[in-house]
């Protein structure tokens, strides 16, 4: 019998994705496990394990499409021999068990902490957009999503109105953006569409400095205790194979800022209207830079984790997130964050917090340089660091308690392996 | 003790009254249903379809005169006119009694009376008084009350009907006979359909518009065509014309009627005066309560809500356009908001209107001035009957059928329909404006071949690639 393949949430909030890239042909047989396609959502890109066999009978959403709704049927897999539907009836898509046990969004890594995210609610099939033709007319000239509008007509049809109040809603929240995006060249210019992650990187980062009173303190910390004692674990490692680690500054510098959590736990908070949400786990998302963007994967409850296990961690986060792969729970939520842009010598910066964080690290470069302690002047290595704080959740004199804190740690590392 | 609480009562029984009623009840509202004279309102009785069993028995009379035209001799061709006017009250009687039916089947008790909003009840659910000659009114209660107590003739100072010279429609409908010269004031829906009846009976007919044309509400086109084929028919139409103070003499009416700067006086048998309507808003309990009057019509919201909450008004009463069908649509809207029900307000540029006059006449959305002074790029389409074979084969080669499309998206804005049985052709623009096909659709859309219908087609791509058969 003909089995469809719906879009899978793959985690409790997805409501759409992008079929990114198609892995199977029509005609392709299909083994339990193949990896169908690849969907991108907000920040990830995920594979669809096809679960049953047989032969990849139709693609139904093709490769590219954006805005497919959770539970639409994507592709039909059929048994060899048996003829391919022409398209889902909304009888058999109903009929369709859940797609969790037809298709599967797998991820090479650990298993998530959190419930499974590839049960989403049986839905009302939505294979197709029904709208009217003037509403399509109007909505591909205006460049409205019709994927993005609900429709008031009869059964959910979108219609002129729909269309109209959903462009003008639009166009009033976007003309100065559009203006100010369109600068004139005398060298000419070209348009390149956005990726689904700098639309929200966008989005986001806009919504934060617009809506969160940012100030920023910064300290000058001294790292040579601490990568000598960095000399020094890693000397334990072995040379090969699952216990080896090479712990780096970042991983010390996670653990360092989780202890500091620990100590300062209101720096470990979220703002809200109506309350303070203070955070038991320091959960560090660390900025990680892609090619089209960035991404903050989540060491959870670093403050419990070994630098071993941190270094690990982190480790397998970054390469996965270069290569598009980690899973919605893996960088949304996170408690406090970091960014390291030491590597490229920069010598201080400030960054954007990262809502609903209260705060973001930002870490420069170590430099050799000289320093007065008492009437002497020694050689160290110093780091500035910039805290970025929301005012709503966070004080100066807290968030300059909280960067001693950091300082005392980084500074008298052992706490880091105790 | 019958039931005398509900959750819905209806003032009024004409088209939006007992479709109101009926709507209810399938939707297991309890209702009820004051009416003081007929079930199915000025519509059924004294309107739309006593005037269509008239205009019927007038196209037969014109067919008769015109037999030889195809073919046919006939000699002594005469008509009764009492059992004309006669099969037009028993068609009015058989619907009246057929809404009576439908009432009754859906189990919906009618109250004969006047009803009357009183106030409310310490519970806060209205009170409606039902009273009818003079005797104790009864008191019905419910959580709703939908008034739908329609509109009646305006009446002009000077044209006050007086049972004999001056008519309003509803004396047109039942003259005692023929009048062998007739004058009607107000060339709307109402005039001309019965200048179009008592011409084609034989009468003289005069056709006096204050307007510049006649038909104004229709596209300026069609009414120009109207007037020729009136004219051709021997009306004659006066427009732009003012009729001064009317002398009576004992057997017939002068009317001083003057055009810019001449005055001529119209000598007539009778006067129909066919000015416009106004709403029943007197006696029905609106003093001292937050509905708002506008003029003669109840001010409402797009959902037909007035200022009390749980009073609504429809149809007639709640203002233009007065047409049967829209106060049908009001009823079934008004209705399944209170069931709770998602609802839409009704788009004016949707509703439908039709003259039975010969020929006929039907229109929907905007004109083609309308849409030009609303800001859209048109693109106009035309198909005249002429070159439409069904037209011909019929002898009905009068008429012209109109489109007008927003250039931007390809909507169809309006159609404007002249000539045969295009009363019966406008539902197919009012599905394509109400399901919002463009032209598009429309042209990939197979007519059926002979149709007048296939005009309709030929209008739309004249619009656009150009029409094939003109």
Not at chain 1, 47 to 52: D, H, K, Q, S, T
Not at chain 1, 271 to 298: K, Q, R, Y
Not at chain 2, 374 to 390: H, S
Request: charged share 20%.
């Amino acid at each position: 019998m003909a089995i469809e393949i719906l879009m899978p949430a793959l985690s409790p909030t997805m409501t759409e994705g992008k079929i990114a890239r198609w892995l199977k042909k029509e005609g392709d047989t299909v083994n339990s496990g193949d990896v169908l396609a690849e969907i991108e959502t907000d920040k990830a890109t995920m594979e669809v394990e096809a679960i049953e066999e047989g032969i990849f009978g139709r693609i139904l959403v093709p490769e590219g499409t954006e805005g497919v709704a959770v539970n639409t049927p994507i592709a039909i897999v059929v048994e060899e021999g048996e003829a391919v539907p022409a398209a889902p009836t909304p009888a058999t898509a109903a009929a369709t068990v859940a797609p969790a046990a037809v298709a599967n969004a797998a991820v090479t890594a650990s298993a998530p902490a959190s419930a499974p995210a590839t049960t989403p609610q049986v839905a009302r099939p939505t294979n197709r957009i029904v709208a009217s033709p003037l509403a399509r007319r109007i909505a591909a000239s205006k460049g409205v999503d019709l994927a993005s509008i609900k429709g008031t007509g009869p059964h959910g049809r979108i219609v002129k109105r729909d269309v109209e109040a959903a462009e003008s809603k639009a166009s009033a929240s976007l003309p100065s953006r559009a203006q100010a995006a369109a600068p004139v060249s005398g060298g000419g210019s070209r348009s390149v569409p956005h990726t689904t992650m700098r639309k929200v990187i966008a989005r986001r980062l806009s919504e934060s400095k617009a809506t969160i009173p940012h100030f920023y303190v910064s300290m000058d910390v001294e790292l040579d205790a601490l990568m000598a004692l960095r000399a020094q674990l890693n000397a334990l490692s072995s040379d090969e194979g699952q216990d080896s680690f090479k712990l780096s500054v970042n991983d010390m510098l996670i653990k360092a800022a989780a202890l500091a959590l620990k100590q300062v736990p209101e720096v470990n908070a979220s703002f809200t209207e109506d309350a303070m949400i203070l955070h038991d786990d320091a959960d560090i998302s660390v900025a990680v830079s892609l090619n089209d963007g960035l991404i903050t994967p989540i060491v959870r409850a670093a403050e419990r984790k070994s630098l071993k296990q941190i270094s690990q961690e982190a480790k397998s986060l970054v390469s996965r997130a270069r290569a598009g792969k980690l899973k919605p729970e893996e960088f949304q939520g996170g408690t406090f964050s970091i960014s390291n842009m030491g590597m490229f010598g920069v010598k201080e910066f400030a960054a954007i917090v990262n809502p609903p964080q209260a705060a973001i690290l930002a870490i420069a470069a170590g430099k050799r340089q000289p320093v007065v302690s008492g009437d002497e002047i020694r050689i160290a290595t110093v780091m500035t660091v910039t805290l970025s704080v929301d005012h709503r959740a966070v004080d100066g004199a807290t968030a300059a308690k909280w960067l001693s804190a950091f300082r005392s740690i980084v500074q008298s590392p052992l706490a880091l392996v105790l | 003790m019958s039931q005398t609480d509900f959750d819905v009562i209806v003032i009024g029984g004409g088209p939006g009254g007992y479709v109101a009623a009926l709507r209810a009840a399938q939707l297991k509202l309890s209702v009820a249903v004051v009416e003081a004279q007929h079930l199915g309102g000025i519509c059924l009785n004294w309107g739309c379809i006593p005037t269509k069993a008239l205009l019927r028995a007038s196209e037969i009379n014109h067919l008769l005169h015109d037999l030889p035209a195809y073919g046919f001799k006939a000699e002594g061709v005469s008509f009764d006119f009492k059992k004309i006017i006669a099969r037009s009250r028993a068609v009015s009687k058989q619907l009246s009694a057929g809404v009576a039916h439908l009432l009754k089947k859906a189990k919906v008790p009618v109250f004969n009376g006047y009803g009357k909003l009183d106030g409310t009840q310490a519970n806060g659910r209205r009170k409606v008084l039902v009273s009818q000659d003079g005797a104790a009114p009864t008191t019905l209660t419910a959580q709703h009350v939908i008034l739908a107590t329609g509109a009646r003739a305006r009446v002009l100072p000077g044209l006050e009907p007086d049972g004999k010279f001056i008519w309003s429609y509803k004396e047109a409908l039942v003259p005692e006979e023929m009048p062998k010269r007739l004058v009607v004031i107000g060339s709307g829906a109402i005039g001309t359909e019965f200048a179009s009846f008592y011409r084609n009976m034989g009468a003289d007919v005069t056709l006096v518009e204050v307007a510049q044309r006649i038909l104004p509400v229709e596209d300026e086109e069609i009414s120009q065509l109207a007037r020729k084929a009136f004219e051709k028919q021997g009306i004659r139409v006066l427009t732009g014309a003012q009729v001064g103070t009317l002398q009576k003499t004992a057997t017939e009416v002068h009317i001083p009627v003057t055009l810019g700067d001449k005055t001529e006086t119209l000598v007539a048998d009778r006067v129909i005066s066919a000015v416009g309507i106004v709403g029943n808003v007197e006696n029905i309990g609106l003093e001292g309560t937050k509905i708002q009057v506008d003029r003669t019509h109840v001010v409402t919201d797009a959902l037909c809500r007035t200022g009390e909450p749980g009073v609504y008004a429809i149809g007639d009463l709640a203002g233009a356009p007065w047409l049967a069908h829209k106060a049908s649509h009001e009823a079934v809207m008004c209705v399944e908001a209170i069931a709770g029900k998602t609802v839409h307000p009704i788009d004016p540029t949707k509703v439908p209107g039709c003259t039975y006059c010969r020929p006929q006449i039907a229109s929907v959305g905007y004109t083609e001035a309308k849409a030009k002074e609303a800001g859209y790029k048109v693109r106009v389409g035309r198909f005249p009957l002429l070159a439409n074979g069904k037209a011909l084969a019929m002898g009905e080669p009068d008429g012209l059928i109109k489109t007008v499309f927003d250039a931007q998206t390809g909507e169809l804005l309006g159609a404007h329909m002249i000539g045969a049985e295009v009363t019966e052709m406008i539902q197919g623009y009012v599905i394509a404006r109400t399901g919002e096909l463009t032209e598009a659709e429309l042209a990939e859309t197979i007519f059926p071949h002979p149709t007048i219908s296939e005009s309709m087609h030929e209008a739309v791509l004249a619009a656009y690639d150009g029409a094939l058969h003109f």
